[in-house]
């Protein structure tokens, strides 16, 4: 039986390749480290190997900033002399911002929100007024939770845009922001105190009542403000 069974079977048996690829050879045409389009992936043609470089922007703040704060000037132009130059934005406020736009996209909202601004200085959480925020109780769960009470939860089904909208009070609170830091005559940059005052200045918006629910208050408020329009004052 064994030996006509393997009587029947082809001289030649033709065996397919995997689907799967191999690993490339330094033979291979295929591996050319040359060719690759990142700059921060560099190629090495005697061994093959590849090493990432890390971009020298991600150690820059400057580029963060180029990045972002076009989205954090004032509405009102007018705010300005003609001669004189907008405020910039301290580091900690534009990833406050940026987390904020985040905090707003995993809630499911179509827009960035007073209530998202405040989720945003608490995830970025180094800034002076996150520690005042955290001294007096708040933290991100409690916000998450009086979001969920007072506003409810988004569509699950729904995908935000990468950078939401900001809703108008959230848009007055960085204007206060603003011009508070324009009223002072300090040459310094707006730091996130002045983001969180604005939002806290926004009475009717969800990030204040949410604050006010969570035992923030006016004295609150004139401490924060106090201690960051000390004189040469690093929001560190």
Same mark, same amino acid.
């Given at each position: 039986?064994?030996?006509?069974?393997?009587?029947?079977?082809?001289?030649?048996i033709?065996?397919?390749?995997?689907?799967?690829?191999?690993?490339?050879?330094?033979?291979?045409?295929?591996?050319?480290?040359?060719?690759?389009?990142?700059?921060?992936?560099?190629?090495?043609?005697?061994?093959?190997?590849l090493s990432?470089? =890390?971009?020298p922007?991600?150690? =820059?703040?400057?580029?963060?900033?180029?990045?972002?704060?076009s989205?954090?000037?004032?509405?009102?132009?007018?705010?300005?002399?003609?001669?004189?130059?907008?405020?910039?934005?301290?580091?900690?406020?534009?990833?406050?911002?940026?987390?904020?736009?985040?905090?707003?996209?995993k809630?499911k909202?179509?827009?960035?929100?007073?209530?998202?601004?405040?989720?945003?200085?608490?995830?970025?959480?180094?800034?002076?007024?996150?520690?005042?925020?955290?001294?007096?109780?708040?933290?991100?769960?409690?916000?998450?939770?009086?979001?969920?009470?007072?506003?409810?939860?988004?569509?699950?089904?729904?995908?935000?845009?990468?950078?939401?909208?900001?809703?108008?009070?959230?848009?007055?609170?960085?204007?206060?922001?603003?011009?508070?830091?324009l009223?002072?005559?300090?040459?310094?940059?707006?730091?996130?105190?002045?983001?969180?005052?604005?939002?806290?200045?926004?009475?009717?918006?969800?990030?204040?009542?949410?604050?006010?629910?969570?035992?923030?208050?006016?004295?609150?408020? =004139?401490?924060?403000?106090?201690?960051?329009?000390?004189?040469?004052?690093?929001?560190?």
């Amino acid at each position: 039986m064994a030996a006509r069974f393997f009587l029947k079977l082809p001289s030649t048996i033709q065996l397919s390749q995997p689907s799967c690829t191999t690993r490339p050879t330094s033979s291979s045409p295929s591996f050319q480290p040359q060719s690759l389009h990142s700059p921060w992936l560099v190629g090495t043609k005697n061994n093959n190997t590849l090493s990432l470089l =890390k971009p020298p922007h991600l150690s =820059k703040r400057r580029s963060i900033t180029a990045t972002i704060s076009s989205s954090l000037h004032t509405a009102k132009p007018d705010s300005f002399a003609s001669t004189e130059k907008a405020p910039k934005w301290s580091w900690r406020a534009i990833k406050s911002f940026t987390m904020a736009e985040l905090e707003a996209r995993k809630l499911k909202y179509t827009t960035t929100g007073t209530e998202a601004l405040f989720l945003g200085i608490l995830t970025e959480g180094t800034s002076l007024a996150a520690k005042v925020l955290r001294a007096n109780g708040v933290t991100l769960s409690k916000v998450r939770e009086e979001i969920s009470k007072l506003l409810g939860k988004g569509d699950m089904y729904f995908f935000s845009l990468e950078h939401p909208p900001l809703t108008e009070d959230a848009q007055r609170a960085i204007n206060w922001a603003v011009d508070q830091k324009l009223k002072s005559g300090d040459s310094g940059e707006i730091t996130v105190s002045h983001l969180l005052l604005g939002i806290w200045s926004e009475v009717d918006s969800p990030g204040h009542k949410i604050m006010a629910a969570l035992g923030f208050s006016d004295e609150n408020a =004139k401490e924060l403000e106090s201690l960051s329009s000390k004189p040469g004052f690093v929001d560190e």
